[in-house]
């Protein structure tokens, strides 16, 4: 099959191919509620009140996410031994808020696999990454299913499961010159005029965190977020919260290669820290292009990191911030709704949150770190130095016994200082 020639009718196409392979069986999807809300993404001015932070909340539309979670740590790969004479296999693939059933005869391969998918979801073979599937690295495409060390399925699904990641060619990043309307960017922050503000942590907000109303909202989000777990929590490990749009990638500019989007040593920054902090990606993105973004731009395979997880906006919701000379309403990114799914591995003693947007971490200021916005110029892809001088800050403060007790808006002059 040639991925590289475009099709009129994809799924057809595909179908043609499947006729002269092992066949499926009663393949279905089971669509599910699309995990982002559709929530006010601008700062809208309220009025002016005292010089004092106060916060209120405001209810976003429930939805949550698939459990498509699998374990990838030691690889898995081998020849293809005779498959088990056993009954047919069935897969449940998680993809873009969907799980997708597959009834398959065990003498499939894995490229037989992932031609079934790309019948269902128009993701082309060679663009799917499955994760999950067996520990460690997916083996070639040749190896049977049937000789697999397939995981048990989980709760009551009917077969084992796993994270399939991958974008439909109607859903790629087009040249912005080739169309007639553009997207609406589902970040915040369309200008670097947007008002903004570091919260300061103190009496102030821990009032906040401790009132009624937010500890009702955290309670929602936390029952509603369901975290797929991409790979396991390290002992041990200290968390790294990581923005994504204006942070570590420009997601307004354009490239044929989104890789050259990102900021300059990104990569250099989480494979130095990943050794001592597991590493999330929190964007305020819908699900969709989110996963687009961290599959195009290497984050969910490269080989010296690896990614515990992936939140986007759906597990935000909105406050109003009241400060000296107005209040701003805007969403917020509740750290506890991950510590309350991790109690015993992560707290606010051992989380650091990296944002280019203070407001997003207003409940929990003390672990915010606040970074430059990441705008791509010919002059800023030669001078920018942020990760640098972040990547020496988080592994001076791996050694910190309570990361919230540091002040961190002085933290470019203790990273300068560090050898």
Same mark, same amino acid.
């Given at each position: ?11 057809h ?9 092992p ?30 932070l106060v ?68 993701? !082309? ?6 994760? &999950?599937l067996?520990?460690?690295? %997916?083996?070639? #495409?040749?190896?049977? +299913?049937? $000789?697999?060390?397939l ?6 699904? !009917? ?6 990641? &991958?974008?439909?060619?109607?859903? %790629?990043?087009? #040249?912005?010159?080739? +169309?007639? $309307?553009?997207?609406?960017v ?19 907000? %821990? ?18 977020t ?13 968390? %790294? ?14 490239s044929q ?15 130095a ?8 990606i929190w964007?305020q ?24 997880f ?7 919701f ?70 640098g001088?972040?990547?020496?800050y ?26």
């Amino acid at each position: 099959m040639n991925h590289s020639e475009s099709h009129t009718d994809p799924a057809h196409s595909v179908a043609e191919q499947l006729d002269h392979l092992p066949s499926a069986r009663e393949p279905h999807a089971r669509s599910l509620p699309d995990i982002a809300p559709s929530l006010d993404d601008t700062l809208v001015p309220v009025g002016e009140s005292e010089p004092e932070l106060v916060m209120d909340v405001d209810v976003a539309p429930d939805d949550s996410e698939d459990d498509g979670d699998g374990d990838t740590s030691d690889p898995g790969q081998g020849s293809s031994p005779k498959p088990k004479p056993e009954s047919d296999l069935v897969l449940v693939a998680t993809w873009n808020a969907k799980k997708i059933t597959l009834c398959l005869p065990r003498t499939a391969t894995i490229e037989h696999l992932k031609l079934h998918l790309e019948q269902e979801t128009l993701v !082309p073979a060679h663009r799917q990454k499955l994760v &999950g599937l067996v520990k460690g690295r %997916l083996p070639a #495409d040749h190896i049977v +299913l049937g $000789t697999l060390d397939l995981p048990p399925p989980k709760g009551t699904l !009917p077969g084992p499961s796993f994270l399939m990641m &991958g974008t439909a060619d109607a859903n %790629l990043f087009k #040249d912005p010159s080739k +169309l007639s $309307t553009l997207p609406h960017v589902l970040n915040d922050l369309d200008d670097g005029t947007v008002d903004d503000f570091e919260p300061t942590a103190g009496s102030a907000a %821990l009032a906040i965190r401790k009132s009624a109303k937010i500890q009702q909202k955290l309670m929602l989000y936390v029952e509603k977020t369901t975290i797929s777990v991409i790979n396991p929590p390290r002992p041990g490990k200290h968390l %790294l919260v990581l923005d994504l749009d204006y942070t570590i990638f420009d997601c307004k500019a354009f490239s044929q290669n989104q890789m050259d989007l990102l900021r300059p040593g990104t990569h250099e920054f989480l494979s130095a820290v990943y050794q001592h902090y597991d590493i999330v990606i929190w964007s305020q993105t819908h699900w969709a292009a989110l996963e687009a973004k961290v599959t195009d731009m290497g984050l969910i395979s490269h080989p010296s990191y690896q990614l515990s997880f992936v939140l986007n906006k759906s597990s935000m919701f909105t406050i109003v911030s009241k400060l000296k000379d107005r209040s701003l309403q805007h969403q917020v990114k509740a750290l506890e709704i991950i510590w309350r799914k991790f109690p015993d591995r992560w707290s606010h003693r051992n989380t650091v949150h990296v944002d280019d947007l203070g407001r997003n971490f207003a409940l929990n200021p003390g672990n915010g770190i606040k970074v430059s916005q990441w705008r791509l110029t010919d002059e800023s892809k030669q001078q920018d130095r942020e990760m640098g001088l972040l990547t020496k800050y988080l592994v001076h403060l791996r050694a910190v016994p309570d990361v919230s007790a540091v002040d961190h808006m002085k933290w470019r002059s203790i990273a300068k200082r560090l050898p």
